[in-house]
């Protein structure tokens, strides 16, 4: 498998090539990463939000896999390599200004996303009443 | 409308706290922001990818309706304000560790959320074929 190298996306154009162009320029962040949005393809259910690099995007788009760059361990995070919830890519979407990415995943193993065990990772509520906020899990 | 202070919202406390805990602690990154993502509460449609200060947090809570952090203009923004697409919060939600946050709103004015004119940010396909990646508009 030859990835392409990490610096192998073009560099962001102008704001009407962004917008509008068909050209993926991912406008990564000062730390190299940008922010993705996975959801799962079959509900439309919000599984995480996570961060890629260029290497993790390039490795996503080669394998059809979902690759992270893991901000708490610093390194590459081939999803569900060691938990089997693996996340099959079916669609991947860039926005406006191409500084987020949106994937639609089909999870394999036992379908869940969370390391604490749930499905999602978007488990709690914010509820707010008489001026005291409270996380309510579903 | 008294707004919380934006330094109101408590400090991240352990992992068992922030994982299964009914105190909002939002980790805010280093640049004070938060990453959101907006999906509409009634069809489950991602609609954009922004982020929040503290006090657009607050003020989202407070007063019900979005507020965001604007990196591009560094000023708070009320969504809407402007185009009269405000959007209505149904329900916040937060992932595992607190670094995210999902609302789910009602968009009022024409329903659109994109500054291009489009409903979503996310009106773009990344496709990848014999090697190439294209964007392709729906």
């Keep these: 498998m030859s990835l392409p190298a990490s610096n192998s996306f073009p560099a962001p154009g102008s704001k009407t090539e962004l917008e509008e162009g068909s050209v993926l320029t991912p406008r990564f962040g000062p730390d190299g990463l940008i922010t993705c949005v996975t959801t799962d393809a079959a509900s439309g259910e919000i599984l995480m939000v996570a961060h890629m690099n260029a ?38 979407r860039t926005d406006c200004d191409q500084d987020a990415l949106l994937l639609k995943v089909q999870v394999a193993g036992d379908g869940g996303c969370c390391h604490t065990g749930r499905r999602s990772c978007f488990y709690r509520k914010v509820e707010s009443a008489n001026g005291e906020i409270r996380l309510i899990a579903d």
Tied chains: 1, 2.
Excluded: D, N
Aim: aromatic share 10%; glycine share 8%.
């Design 55 to 92: 290497e993790a995007l390039a490795r996503t788009i080669e394998t059809g896999e979902a690759w992270y760059w893991s901000r708490s361990r610093s390194e590459l995070w081939h999803k569900g390599a060691t938990s089997g919830q693996i996340q099959t890519v079916r669609e991947i």
